[in-house]
């Protein structure tokens, strides 16, 4: 898409479990919503028609269509490998440019105007093929990237931009698919990240998994029936557990209860568990204390110590969870921050970010840093015939960004025809124990003397984007690579092909429609209040895999995204699967549902649905 200089530039945090769209507003961030809503589940789908479904409907359907419906595709970042959606396949940059495309259309529809660039956040320890393949999906939705920053830093901006003080502050960002802490200075309008450390495989979803494991273990052993064998009742299953980790924060015992959540010997089974805080922390204790782990090394690699922290910031959903800001306390003697809402400050702060790069704010200087070590492969030692081959340095993790560092090599012996320059990312001097991201040739000329000498540089910008130059001395030619690795990025026929069938895709999809009138989220104190505050009732709740809290009022409000909705699509999809007095029953039954959704009958929504739903489980069998 040809770049739109002047249209606005919005800050997004594409999450693992949901995303937002923010941006500055009368000089002030704030999260765009749709129909109320602030947070869009990274959840991509189609339905029975075969439509494109983005968000909480397609959050909704997954465990009635699961091998229809992809979640948590940021954690697949990095990679091309495909994944399946009905009958066509994807791979991760295409679906996570799907959940753009329906942010950037919410923002165009709020904002008045047409959004094509953007500043996206990314955690701080992905690699740079995630970052790549970041910026490739922003490309993919049709949008200009402007820039990369790390997640934990964008939340920074909003907690402390017009800050003048010295201060020390650690970030401690617990998203739903990865951890990320970085050690920020801010001084003198000028924000410095000190160091980051971080788990791209540490998450919300594995507190969620340990639950379901634990769960169905001793479903298993009850029934021996092992729920998570089949997809739909392990989505079930998933999202009932989810949702039990959520009222957790503030309750003190919870029983999941899902009804006909399977069979054995032709008779349904229903689940009914209690889980209590206690027994919940114990299940997680081991991945909390992976995160201290973490803010060690972090503060190591500051030089700083506990006592030299003046503030400790919240970030991610996963925050809420009470065992986290106790154990901080614990270690850290500091009384953990969550002034802005943990699921909207990245947003805000990568909105904060925007701005300030359109011109709009004269806000803090941000200063990032690597988060990995940059090298090439390198020959050590003596021998010719078995020389060692180790991981050689040029920009050392921590490095403030953008770096710009040049090292000189040799070729091991006069006449080499050329080199192989291997690209490396990580901490070790073990070649093996580090990734390799990327390759390239360098023909050599003559090279004896002086003319053995190779100088490689290499240039990491802002955004993350790496390029390697290496130039032979006395020759003028250079050869350059740009670390876009061809395995897991599109080429431009290949991206010019996939953004015309996601067209298509979002061409046949349910249009968007924004009541402008909501309001937004702005930056100051969360919308649902501290979770602290309210984290001791005694009261026990009841969850479903819908996530609703059945001690709590029915939503007024009945929709497609639905449990009944959902109900009603799969109603009709069945009754034109089957003949006879199975069709006629399941017609009928989507027929008074639909009158009672179209009426906000909640009460008589809720009986049809159950109706449809024992009148299903039957004629599936």
């Not at 969550?338 to 990568?350: E, K, N, S």
Request: charged share 25%.
């Amino acid at each position: 898409m040809a770049d739109m200089p002047h249209s606005p530039i919005v800050g997004i945090d594409l999450g693992t479990t949901n995303s937002v769209v923010a941006a500055v507003v009368d000089g002030r961030p704030e999260v765009l919503t749709e129909a109320g809503e602030a947070i869009l589940p990274s959840v991509v789908g189609v339905d029975p028609s075969g439509r494109l479904v983005v968000g909480q409907i397609a959050r909704n359907q997954h465990a009635a269509l699961p091998d229809s419906t992809i979640a948590s595709v940021k954690r697949q970042m990095g990679a091309m490998d495909p994944l399946k959606m009905g009958d066509q396949t994807f791979s991760p940059p295409e679906i996570s440019a799907m959940i753009l495309r329906r942010l950037r259309e919410r923002a165009s529809a709020v904002l008045g105007t047409e959004v094509a660039r953007a500043v996206i956040t990314v955690p701080a320890f992905f690699d740079e093929n995630q970052r790549q393949a970041t910026r490739q999906a922003g490309e993919l939705a049709g949008l200009t990237v402007e820039r990369i920053i790390n997640e934990p830093t964008a939340a920074t901006l909003v907690y402390h931009s017009i800050d003048e003080r010295r201060k020390n502050v650690l970030v401690y960002d617990f998203g739903g698919g990865t951890f990320d802490v970085s050690v920020v200075r801010i001084e003198d309008g000028v924000i410095e990240v000190l160091s980051s450390r971080g788990d791209t495989r540490l998450g919300g979803d594995d507190l969620d998994a340990v639950l379901l494991k634990h769960i169905a273990d001793a479903f298993q052993d009850e029934h021996q029936v092992d729920l998570r064998q089949n997809a739909s009742s392990r989505w079930r299953l998933l999202r009932a557990c989810e949702a039990a980790k959520c009222q957790l924060s503030s309750v003190e015992t919870v029983t999941i209860r899902e009804e006909f959540i399977a069979e054995k010997g032709g008779h349904p089974l229903n689940l009914d568990a209690v889980v209590t805080r206690s027994e919940y922390e114990d299940l997680i204790a081991s991945y909390i204390d992976r995160t201290i782990d973490c803010l060690d090394q972090a503060l190591r690699d500051a030089k700083l110590s506990v006592a030299n922290l003046d503030d400790l910031v919240l970030v991610g959903g996963s925050t809420r969870t009470p065992m986290i800001p106790d154990r901080l306390r614990c270690e850290f003697g500091l009384e953990p921050s969550r002034a802005v809402d943990p699921d909207l400050a990245v947003a805000l702060g990568a909105a904060a970010q925007a701005a300030m790069l359109a011109g709009q704010s004269a806000g803090p200087v941000l200063v990032d840093v690597t988060s990995h070590t940059l090298g090439i492969a390198a020959v050590t030692g003596q021998s010719l015939f078995a020389p060692e081959i180790t991981f050689s340095p040029i920009i050392h993790r921590g490095s403030p960004l953008p770096a710009s560092y040049e090292e000189a090599y040799y070729a091991i012996h006069d006449d080499q025809e050329a080199v192989n320059i291997r690209v490396y990312q990580g901490e070790h001097v073990e070649l093996e124990r580090n990734e390799k991201i990327g390759e390239f040739r360098l023909d050599l000329k003559n090279p004896s003397g002086d003319r053995r000498k190779i100088n490689v540089r290499f240039d990491l910008s802002l955004s993350g984007t790496l390029k390697v130059t290496a130039q032979q001395t006395a020759v003028a030619k250079a050869k350059e690579l740009t670390i876009e690795n061809a395995l897991q990025v599109f080429k431009d026929e290949q991206l010019e092909s996939a953004t015309s069938r996601l067209d298509e895709l979002f061409e046949a999809a349910e249009p968007v429609v924004i009541d402008t009138s909501d309001k937004t989220y702005r930056w100051g104190p969360s919308p649902y209040g501290d979770s602290d505050e309210s984290q001791d009732s005694d009261q026990p709740a009841t969850v479903r895999a819908d996530g609703r809290d059945e001690t709590a009022a029915p939503s007024p409000h009945l929709a497609s995204g639905t449990r009944e909705g959902l109900l009603l699509q799969k109603a009709r999809a069945a009754a034109a699967k089957v003949d006879g007095e199975d069709a006629e029953d399941l017609n009928d039954l989507a027929d008074r549902l639909e009158q009672a959704m179209a009426s906000q009958d909640t009460e008589a929504a809720s009986e049809i649905a159950a109706e449809i739903d024992d009148v299903l489980f039957y004629v599936n069998q």
